[in-house]
């Protein structure tokens, strides 16, 4: 599945939850009212099925959720969801906040994650949205959040990955990564 494909999944289902949950509509009304009508976009999709359990997903910088694949489930502290074939999932925040991070999808309103709000960067109100195709691959997009998105996990292959959807604007936060170094010596008999 193509970003274009994933595009237009989540063009129809953010079409859908405007309609069905007040919640999103005034989370996506807010939102793009506040960064523009074209601030939710889908960025290139990274697939998540056929990887060993679990994959980390942080929204921003500090609200963990996990997905698994051998179980089709998204879950984080306070709740879980099935990702089911062929449904469109959208990861975000209510507005006004309530320190709730919640999944919209076709089969309800899910909570599943809670942020602690006194961080300085919260998971966005139109966050992320997992695409599940009809071939059950699973695919996860940050959909422009002003906080970015991490993925880190393991392909089945194996082989390790961490992906970083970084914020468009650098500058309004700085994070300092210290590089840590390990140093192995040999023993001498």
Known sequence: MDASQVQSKLSSAISQFRKRYDTFDEAYRSYTDQYGDHSVKCYPPYKI?????????ILGRTTPLFYRDSRSRISGSIGSMAIERGNVYVLGR?????????????AGETELEQYDSRVRVIPSRIHA????????EVYFSDLGSTSGSILAGESSK???FITLYATST??????TIDTKYAEFKKRQS
């Open 94 to 106: 209510r507005e006004p906040p309530d320190s709730k991070l919640v999944a919209w999808s076709l």
């Open 129 to 136: 949205g997992i695409i599940s195709s009809e071939d059950n």
């Open 158 to 160: 194996p082989e390790p």
């Open 49 to 57: 099925s056929g990887t060993i359990d679990p994959v980390i997903i």
């Open 170 to 175: 650098v500058d309004v936060h700085k994070i």
